[in-house]
Nanobody, 123 residues
Framework: VQLQASGGGLVQAGGTLRLSCAAS????????MGWFRQAPGKEREFVAA??????NYRPSVKGRFTISRDNAKKSVNLQMNSLKPEDTAIYYC???????????????????WGQGTQVTVSS
């Protein structure tokens, strides 16, 4: 499975960005897809994830970010609204290698990772 993330960039606080992740190879429709992020000097952290059953969000992004998937296009998107400087990070998309009900929030559950896309929010 290969994952290709895109859509990052520089935006002012309060602005919006939409990240996309395209998957190729493997089975897409049954697995969990997630977004993680890593800020400079910090560990990578969970942001949001989705399965066909439901979604999970990091509390600090709930209500501002929306994750969605398109099984026909084998893609997952992260709509980010009301961005804050603390959202600045490299964002990674990831995929599990098995089915889940609700998507996992731990990094170790995800077997495949994209290359990351930079999101910078200026104050």
């Amino acid at each position: 499975v290969q994952l290709q993330a895109s859509g990052g960039g520089l935006v002012q606080a309060g602005g919006t960005l939409r990240l996309s992740c395209a998957a190729s190879g493997g089975t897409f429709s049954g697995v969990a897809m997630g977004w993680f992020r890593q800020a400079p000097g910090k560990e990578r952290e969970f942001v949001a994830a989705v399965t066909s059953i439901g979604t999970n969000y990091r509390p600090s992004v709930k209500g501002r970010f929306t994750i969605s998937r398109d099984n026909a296009k084998k893609s997952v998107n992260l709509q980010m609204n009301s961005l804050k400087p603390e959202d600045t990070a490299i964002y990674y998309c990831a995929s599990t290698d098995r089915r889940y009900g609700l998507p996992p929030v731990v990094e170790t559950a995800y077997a495949y990772w994209g290359q990351g896309t930079q999101v910078t929010v200026s104050s």
